[in-house]
């Protein structure tokens, strides 16, 4: 039952995502596009481009439209409980059981081995989803420019998806023209 | 109470925007000085732990601020109110993205978007490298895990799993 199927890709990825969105990626990526191949590369970037456009968490942004795409609102409705359930669980147990003992240096030092792994696992996928894209000096540019107004001017990733929306089709829309004329 | 608690959450969830650490002063906002359910200590506390656990950090928040407010129909409440606002805006986005698809300029959209996508990804990295590589221990794990993942093509899980076990083994 695909709908099972999916409520457990999106359990699994949820129960993974420890300390942000962003470590979903990879997560997402391994599940959702290599070992059930339910979706392509692109449309993964795709659905990143959405859930970065809309209110909310980006993990949970993701689940909705990868889960809408692959089951319609049910899908979309069991890709957000699976992402969120684990989390919601685990915070009950917090709450309940072990907020009084939140000092523990063990689990500190479990995550500062996990977090360089976080980035690794990052910059992992960012290769691999650059290798699919595949070259092109136009992509190149706009990978670049957007890293660059991110990491060294600080504009926030969803005026850049937006305004990036607005370059790429004024851009592909003149290519396209172009492309028109020269037959 | 617990319309409060659904009223409150749902503002957050709506006005998040930008991901991750956007949502923190929402989130202080509300739950600490609005409507005094956390106080400033306890909030950085939960900040803290929601580094550790599964999951975003609205979803973390709402579920312990709904428990500690309302039990665990409270955390159910919360919880199902921050997510809504995405859950209904997503739901219209994708819907018309679906219906849109096969116009030229949609995908003219998309084309440029996929590899601005990928800087914003690449970014991430960068981000949550700043706070981490904080000695060379860190930047040692990350260097082996890259290799393994560029190599190896390990199961993500076991990969946490070793990475966790280093953390432990060099600190």
């Known amino acids: ?183 | 109470m617990i319309l409060e608690l659904f009223l409150a959450f749902f503002k957050i969830g709506l006005f998040s925007f930008g991901g991750g650490y956007a949502m923190l002063p929402f989130i202080q906002n509300q739950a600490i000085e609005v409507h005094g359910w956390l106080t400033t200590h306890e909030f950085l506390d939960i900040l803290g732990i929601a580094q550790v656990t599964p999951g975003p950090i609205s979803i973390n928040t709402a579920t312990f601020v709904g428990y500690r407010t309302g039990g665990v129909l409270g955390s159910i409440v919360a919880t199902t109110a921050v997510i809504l606002p995405s859950f209904i805006i997503v739901l219209i986005i994708s819907f018309f993205i679906h219906k849109f698809k096969e116009s030229r300029s949609v995908q003219n959209i998309f084309k440029g978007l996929r590899p601005i996508v990928l800087g914003l990804v690449a970014s991430a990295a960068v981000d949550i490298g700043r706070g981490v590589f904080i000695d060379y221990k860190a930047v040692l794990i990350s260097i082996g895990i890259f290799l393994i993942l560029t190599f190896n093509k390990m199961n993500t899980i076991k990969i946490l799993v070793f990475a966790g076990l280093l953390g432990v083994l060099f600190y």
């Open chain 1, 1 to 183: 039952m695909k709908l099972f199927k999916l409520f457990m890709a999106f359990f699994k990825i949820g129960f993974f995502t420890i300390g942000g969105g962003y470590v979903m990626l990879p997560l997402i990526q391994k599940e959702v596009v290599d070992n059930n191949k339910w979706l392509t590369d692109e449309e993964f970037l795709d659905a990143i481009a959405i859930a970065q456009s809309s209110p909310g968490a980006v993990a949970i942004n993701i689940s909705i439209f990868i889960g809408y795409n692959l089951g319609g609102f049910l899908g979309a409705l069991v890709c957000t409980l699976g992402t969120a359930l684990p989390s919601v669980i685990t915070i009950l147990i917090v709450a309940i059981y072990l907020f009084q003992y939140r000092e523990i240096s063990i689990v500190e030092k479990v995550f500062l081995g996990i977090r360089p792994a976080v980035v690794s696992m990052i910059a992992s996928s960012v290769v691999v989803l650059g290798k699919s894209l595949g070259f092109g000096w136009d992509k190149i540019i706009f990978a670049i420019t957007s890293f660059t107004l991110i990491v060294f001017f600080d504009i926030s990733p969803i005026a850049v998806i937006l305004g990036g929306a607005v370059v790429s089709s004024l851009y592909y829309g003149y290519v396209d023209r172009k492309e028109g004329e020269d037959r």
